[in-house]
């Protein structure tokens, strides 16, 4: 089994651009995260899912935008980046609400 | 939404040593996972103890739960170079829906062979 995959793995984007970042599993997990990492501020949650076709927004949603159209996919959109958004993106995801989350290697952003 | 704090931030140890860190939290948990990240790298699962636990272990791993202190431990045994690492706990809320889990800066470990 892959686990869960993130794709890219890095990017550079000038500021104002746009782009999604796309997460797989394949372990037919209900539950989905995306979360940013930054120097000294752990993981903070970005959007999550608790089933196919949902969304909610997690601790610092603003910028970004998410879609769980499939139950294996959940991408994570940034309609216009800005430097602010440079970061270690990781998704995850788990089978029930309980945790026990599985992580993707994750995704290097860079705006300038 | 739940968040884990651990403590210290970072600890540093000779190799073959043993090696404690902690998590507080502030409400009421389901279970309490512990989780280590590589240098670079995504979030592995390491171990996940149930709010009627007071202790479990995974080999040179154990963690405990106080529930009446919101806090729990991670010790790892005779540690080796290849646990250094950052770690993190993450508290997970009871009830049936599902609560944010943020998980805190972590304790970064440094074993020295």
């Known amino acids: 089994n892959a686990g869960v995959t993130q794709t890219p793995k890095f990017r550079v984007l000038k500021t104002g651009q746009s782009m999604t970042l796309l997460c797989a599993q394949d372990?037919?997990?209900?539950?989905m995260y995306w979360y940013r990492q930054d120097p000294g501020m752990g993981l903070r949650l970005i959007h999550y899912?608790?089933?196919?076709?949902?969304?909610a927004k997690g601790e610092v949603p603003d910028g970004y935008n998410v879609s769980r159209l499939k139950k294996q996919n959940f991408l994570l959109g940034l309609e216009s980046a800005a430097p602010s958004q440079t970061s270690v993106y990781f998704c995850?995801?788990?089978?029930?609400?309980?945790?026990?989350?599985?992580f993707g290697s994750g995704t290097r952003l860079t705006v300038v | 939404s739940q968040q884990g704090e651990e403590d210290p931030q970072a600890l540093s140890i000779q190799e073959g040593e043993n090696a404690t860190m902690n998590c507080s939290y502030k409400?009421?948990?389901?279970?309490l996972q512990w989780y280590r990240q590589n240098s670079g790298r995504g979030l592995v699962h390491l171990i996940l103890i149930r709010s009627n636990e007071r202790e479990k272990h995974s080999g040179r791993l154990r963690v405990t739960l106080d529930t009446s202190k919101k806090s729990s431990s991670l010790l790892i045994t005779a540690s080796r170079a290849a646990d250094t690492a950052s770690y993190f706990c993450?508290?997970?809320?009871?009830?049936?829906?599902?609560?944010?889990?943020?998980f805190g800066p972590g304790t970064s470990l440094s074993v020295i062979p």
């Open positions: 409400t009421s948990i389901n279970n």
């Open positions: 899912s608790v089933g196919e076709g949902t969304t």
């Open positions: 995850a995801s788990s089978y029930t609400r309980e945790g026990g989350y599985t």
């Open positions: 372990m037919n997990h209900e539950y």
């Open positions: 993450a508290p997970v809320a009871g009830g049936t829906s599902y609560d944010k889990v943020i």
